[in-house]
Nanobody
Framework: QLQLVESGGGLVQPGGSLRLSCAAS??????????IGWFRQAPGKEREGISC????????NYADSMKDRFTISRDNAKNTVYLQMNSLKPEDTAIYYC????????????????????WGQGTQVTVSS
């Protein structure tokens, strides 16, 4: 059973940066077959897709509202995907989740939460002065 563990969240001032990590273990396919996505959920709001990255080709997909500040990347040798977040704003406060799915046959990675099968437990990001 694929397991995902997020880390790197915390309290940061507006304008600051954080890098989140999503480490995978227990996968049954080669890790680079998996498409990984980052999502977030603020209190009282639905979970929204931030970005995703495919396995072997590393193609990416971003939500328009975050593509100028957030960058997704992956290190297949470390079974880890990262989300670099810059110029953080108070409205970025949320629990951030990573998720995975078998990416074989996909042309573009999806950003819709129901498209993913495996989820981490989330990491809290709080942007406040």
């Amino acid at each position: 059973q694929l397991q995902l563990v997020e880390s790197g969240g915390g309290l940061v001032q507006p304008g600051g940066s954080l890098r989140l990590s999503c480490a995978a273990s227990g996968f049954t396919l080669d890790y680079d077959y998996y498409t990984i996505g980052w999502f977030r959920q603020a209190p009282g709001k639905e979970r929204e897709g931030i970005s995703c990255i495919s396995g072997r080709h590393g193609s990416t997909n971003y939500a328009d509202s975050m593509k100028d500040r957030f960058t997704i990347s992956r290190d297949n040798a470390k079974n880890t995907v990262y989300l670099q977040m810059n110029s953080l704003k108070p409205e970025d406060t949320a629990i951030y989740y990573c998720a995975a799915r078998d990416g074989r046959g996909l042309f573009n990675c999806p950003r819709m939460p129901p498209s993913y099968d495996y989820w981490g437990q989330g990491t809290q990001v709080t942007v406040s002065s």
